[in-house]
């Protein structure tokens, strides 16, 4: 844990809030417009011991891929097949586990997006956990906690105030990155 830290310090890191001491959450880890965000948020929750899961395309879990992903806790999902229900299998791990902080991307991918997967507020919703607002700028080398959503019963309400959230981090590649314009 002290490794991760003083890798991301030695980069010219800083850490602004504290994730918050609960045993579930989904966590919103965003702008993701590089590889390089998921690095940064390994290191970021493994310095402040939060153990995490994170939902990754299945086309990265080939051997020897595979046996990393699943150790840094990644979930495969496949983003093709729309028959499968992706919220409900992960809601229902929220059930089968005592601790279990999911962290997702709402982009749903590192391109540029005018609508945000809404995933990751339905997996809150069914498995009735709160959603932790996360963020990594690039712009000012910050990875800041910003709060946490615990009403999720209006997904119009709980976008604003997420958009409202992100309005000015700045992603790796910040042309890549817009807020839910569905919600703006």
């Not at 702008?31 to 965000?37: I, L, Y």
């Not at 069914?126 to 700028?137: T, Y």
């Amino acid at each position: 844990m002290i490794l991760s830290g003083l890798i991301l310090k030695t980069f010219g890191w800083k850490f602004k809030g504290k994730f918050p001491d609960i045993d579930k959450s989904v966590t919103i880890f965003a702008p993701h417009t590089s590889a390089w965000d998921f690095v940064l948020g390994i290191l970021y929750f493994n310095e402040h011991g939060v153990k995490n899961n994170t939902l990754v395309k299945k086309e990265v879990f080939f051997f020897p891929m595979n046996l990393i992903m699943k150790s840094l806790g990644a979930i495969p999902v496949d983003r093709k097949n729309r028959n499968n229900n992706v919220v409900s299998q992960v809601a229902s791990s929220f059930h089968q586990h005592k601790k279990f902080n999911l962290v997702v991307s709402a982009e749903g991918t590192r391109r540029k997006v005018t609508h945000w997967k809404r995933g990751f507020y339905y997996i809150a919703k069914e498995a009735g956990v709160p959603i932790v607002i996360s963020s990594v700028d690039y712009k000012r080398k910050v990875i800041e906690i910003h709060g946490i959503v615990r009403d999720t019963s209006d997904i119009k309400k709980t976008m604003i105030e997420i958009n409202e959230i992100y309005r000015n981090v700045k992603g790796r590649h910040p042309e890549r990155f817009s807020l839910d314009n569905r919600f703006k």
